[in-house]
């Protein structure tokens, strides 16, 4: 999951998730027409719940310690909010430009216990919107290509400055192609890929299959960067790393509102404050609970399962022969990796969106890792004895068209943020935190010709508008992946 990260769905279908979550907003636009009013009360009517669940993933079974909580108040040059990807790498890029700066982190639970702890493990190039998709510009798309393959090489120099083992491998990662067009459209992709630099592939079927086993599919695109990784011990990874520096990580503080000015005032739930010049959103789908970009993304809940280990016996029966993680590319996406103690793990599948945001259901849980089961059983049917050992869901950040967001906002351009990572944000959220750290030390410049800085993302309806729209859309994304 996102958070992130989760993986995406393909572009090349005109029945994407892009198109699910279109016509989710038209939905609730379509219904906005008629009672714009209540659109405009809606957040002040319905609370978003500060509620914050435990991550029961796999991977929280290597969440490091947790810090003690925030105990008096402070006044600080910066303050992030978030102890997942995007805040831990946003404060140790800004104490690296600007060490004179005192930057905390305010992390609700413990690092990690967001989608940055619980997500699909893929490590990702490009962003969601521009995977095997050209822009107006290929050259740009270059551009991120290479940004964010630059970036998964600076992850595993920091895994190893801080002595830790975050599981990085990079033997690429590869997305099953579900139609004939899906096919056709793959390889005119990688050919003008290639011809702009980029070393990615078509796979045809005997080299799937030799692969990763599976023969359900008849081709594949393969890009030799793409990787996967233990996400907590990435999170543990950036934690240390942000501390090497002299960042201040305050754990189970959760920050209930904020007074916005050009010095923030953030307030806690146990009744300090923190003063603050610049204020670093780091909160992913939870963004909204503060106030804060309510329009610019759907937390969408997804779901994750991961098997008991697999012996060599058996990876040999079914065929996954290296560790290449993959997705496919249907409407109802679904993405599977291989840890190094050789488990699957398996996410994706029907989402679902609970009303405000909503909270988990166990009787919806249980049927989404039913559906995952039989997933992966249609891939490998020699696994029908083989059991999940945990399963795990969480709300995660979509933008309606799949476009990220990172920049500045607030009535003093004080405030700044990264959302929007639609799957790719394994990778995509410390790239934000460099950017986050530029943008705050007033180095933005280098960035201005990136899309993604300051992007203006689709426009969400708020409830109950927002959950008419997700209900209708969801429906018809289940009939589109049946």
Known sequence: MKGFDFRRPGHMQDASRRGFLKKAALAGGGALLGVAGLNEVSPRVWHEPMVFESNASFWARSQPSPNPPLRNSLTVDVAVIGGGFTGLSSAYYMRGLSPQKRVIVLEARGCGNGASGRNGAMMLTMTADRYMKFGAVPAIDKNIYDL???NIQRLANL??????????????????????????????????????????????????????????????????????????????????????????????TIVTNITEGREHVLHTSEGHSVKA????????????????????????????????????????????QKRVPFNDSRTEVYYLGLTPDNRIHIGGGSPSYGFNGGIADSAAAASHFSQLRRELLRLYPKLDNVEFD??????????????????????????FYGLGYSGHGVNLTSVFGSIIADLEAGRGNRWKDYPFVNASLDYVPNEPLRWLGMQVGLAWYRIMGS
Not at 207 to 220: C, K, M, N, P, R
Not at 301 to 317: D, F, H, I, K, N
Not at 390 to 415: A, C, F, M, Y
Request: charged fraction near 20%.
């Open 148 to 150: 964010t393959v630059a």
């Open 159 to 252: 895994s190893a400055a801080t002595g830790i083992d975050c599981e990085l491998e990079t033997n690429g990662a590869l997305q099953l192609l579900s139609t004939e067009e899906d096919l056709r459209a793959a390889q005119a992709y990688v050919q003008q890929a290639r011809s702009l630099g980029m070393p990615v592939e078509f796979w045809g079927k005997q080299q799937l299959v030799s692969t990763i086993g599976t023969d359900v599919y008849e081709g594949a695109f393969f890009d030799p960067h793409g990787g996967h990784v233990h996400p907590m011990k990435l999170v543990h990874v950036l934690k240390a790393a942000a501390e090497s520096v002299g960042a201040e990580i305050y754990e189970n």
């Open 277 to 320: 010049q610049s204020l670093v959103l780091a909160t992913n789908a939870f963004t909204s609970r503060l106030g804060y970009l309510r329009n610019s993304i759907v937390p969408v809940r997804e779901y994750v399962a991961m098997t008991q280990p697999l012996s060599e016996q058996q990876l040999a029966e079914i065929g996954w």
């Open 390 to 415: 945990v399963g795990w869901d969480g709300v995660v950040d979509w933008s309606l068209d799949e476009s990220p967001s990172v920049g500045r906002t607030g009535k003093h351009n004080n405030i």
